[in-house]
């Protein structure tokens, strides 16, 4: 079984920055596909960004693309997801996902909910002025 837990979030005013973080266990974190998918109320829950289990390849929704970057250190078991330029419409609960596959991939990024096997409990972000 694998664990994420997510980490970072707050409340914050338009323009403003944070950084979230995704620990996770176990020992074969260096084969996962990660990513982050963010749910606003009243909204179905939408991909964020992917980075392939090597951290090679990335890849945004276009929302946020240009502001938020993901990135991954393996040696720590953890990926962060970089925000900038903050807009109200970035808030939402952002979730942390693993897929298991991810090293079968070709360092193709994974973008879609059902190819994720893992999820974290959330962490809320808020944007507001």
């Known amino acids: 079984q694998v664990q994420l837990v997510e980490s970072g979030g707050g409340l914050v005013q338009p323009g403003d920055s944070l950084r979230l973080s995704c620990a996770a266990s176990?020992?074969?974190?260096?084969?996962?596909?990660m990513g982050w998918f963010r749910q606003a109320p009243g909204k179905e829950r939408e991909f964020v960004a992917a980075?392939?289990?090597?951290?090679?390849?990335?890849y945004y929704a276009d929302s946020v693309k240009g502001r938020f970057t993901i990135s991954r250190d393996n040696a720590k078991n953890t990926v962060y997801l970089q925000m900038n330029s903050l807009k109200p419409e970035d808030t939402a609960v952002y979730y942390c996902?693993?897929?298991?596959?991810?090293?079968?991939?070709?360092?193709?990024?994974?973008?879609?909910?059902?190819?994720?096997?893992?999820w974290g409990q959330g962490t809320q972000v808020t944007v507001s002025s």
């Open positions: 176990g020992r074969t974190f260096s084969t996962y596909g």
């Open positions: 996902a693993a897929d298991r596959l991810g090293s079968s991939r070709l360092e193709v990024p994974s973008i879609k909910e059902f190819q994720y096997d893992y």
């Open positions: 980075v392939t289990p090597s951290g090679a390849r990335t």
